[in-house]
């Protein structure tokens, strides 16, 4: 039997019930991020949406490599933006991470209650070579 594990769990009562990412089957699946984002330590999202593209897909990266992963083992991400107007600027930035090959992809509106531009969720291969 598989096992399945949790990865960045929420504290109880947490306005956010989801994991950062579970890990089962050999496959990473990361929950939706965006941009890091804590104006109370100098931490701000980005000015623009390709550099909100960038800072959100470092948190992914980050969340993959906990996971014994990384962006170019990533099989399948979902884009999810709020304004449909910053799609080329957000698919510029975008595909500068790829650079071994852009894996599947769906992009959606999302309307969530965040200022976020653009969020991110993905599934990628876990430990081990293709």
Not at 63 to 70: F, N
Not at 103 to 126: D, K, W
Request: glycine share 10%.
């Amino acid at each position: 039997m598989d096992e399945i594990a949790f990865l960045g769990e929420p504290e109880p009562g947490s306005p956010r019930p989801f994991s950062a990412a579970t890990v089962a089957g050999g496959l990473v699946f990361v929950s939706g991020h965006s941009a890091p984002h804590d104006p109370a330590r100098g931490i701000h999202r980005g000015e623009t949406p390709a550099e909100e593209v960038r800072n959100a897909l470092g948190r992914v990266s980050e969340i993959l490599v906990e996971a014994g992963s990384g962006l170019d083992r990533v099989v399948q991400m979902t884009m999810l933006i709020t304004d449909p107007a910053d799609y080329a600027a957000c698919n510029a930035e975008y595909v500068k991470h790829f650079p071994g090959g852009l894996p599947a992809r769906h992009t959606a509106r999302f309307g969530v209650p965040t200022q976020a531009r653009v969020a991110f969720s993905c599934i990628a291969l876990a430990k081990g070579r293709t």
